[in-house]
């Protein structure tokens, strides 16, 4: 149980494009949902906290106009990258949190986005 | 606040040998701890968590970790390595208190490598 998805695993853009990407809990609702940015030998950098129903909370340093987040349900939250640059080609991965109770995220399998 | 320091970029064992990861936390407040490994390309798969009951906590794949409080230390190990083993190795740490958000703060990660 507790399985994550992401669609689209690979996306490649042209500059100035949008790109949406979905996250999904497939057996379970999830309460939170995070969406972190990884480059490349680097660790996972928090993007924002997502609540389903309510606006997402970003991190510092996060544009929210440029990553919009919407968390429509309690299975699904989708990241879009709008007006993407190259500078926003990263590894995408999203996790999912059971209840409030329940520290452990359930990690998505990531979002390759090339901006070209 | 919660930081994680993972000592060591990177590990290199010969395969049979034991495998030994440092992870030190600096946390307020008591923590959860996990560990996480990510193949290639991949999302994160939980490796086992620290949560409060035993301080020797055994997770998949052979791994276990200790937590011990004095030295603010949840080392990982594994008594014998395997060629599979080889991948890059996430400490993280999460407040024990549960309207903080359930943030997962995470350690630089460790490449571990698996000699024949």
């Keep these: ?116 | 606040a919660q930081s994680v320091t993972q000592l060591g970029s990177h590990v290199s064992v010969s395969e049979g040998a034991l495998v030994l990861l440092r992870c030190n936390y600096s946390s307020s407040v008591p923590p959860y701890l996990f560990w996480y490994v990510q193949y290639p390309n991949q999302g994160l798969q939980l490796l086992l968590k620290y949560t409060s009951a035993a301080t020797l906590v055994k997770g998949i794949n052979g791994f276990e970790a200790e937590f011990k409080k004095s030295e603010t230390s949840f080392h990982l190990t594994k008594p014998s390595a395997h060629m599979s083993d080889a991948a890059e190795y996430f400490c993280a740490v999460s407040p024990m208190i549960y309207n903080q958000g359930g943030k997962l703060i995470f350690g630089q990660g460790t490449e571990l490598s698996v000699k024949p």
């Design chain 1, 1 to 116: 149980g507790a399985v994550v998805s992401q669609h689209p695993s690979r996306v490649i853009c042209k500059s100035g494009t949008s790109v949406k990407i979905e996250c999904r809990s497939l057996d379970f609702q999830a309460t939170t949902m995070f969406w972190y940015r990884q480059f490349p030998k680097k660790s996972l950098m928090l993007m924002a906290t997502s609540n389903e129903g309510s606006k997402a909370t970003y991190e510092q340093g996060v544009e929210k106009d440029k990553f919009l987040i919407n968390h429509a349900s309690l299975t699904l939250s989708t990241l879009t990258v709008t007006s993407a640059h190259p500078e926003d080609s990263s590894f995408y991965i999203c996790s999912a949190r059971r209840d409030l109770r329940d520290h452990e995220q359930y990690f998505g399998p990531g979002t390759r986005l090339t901006v070209t």
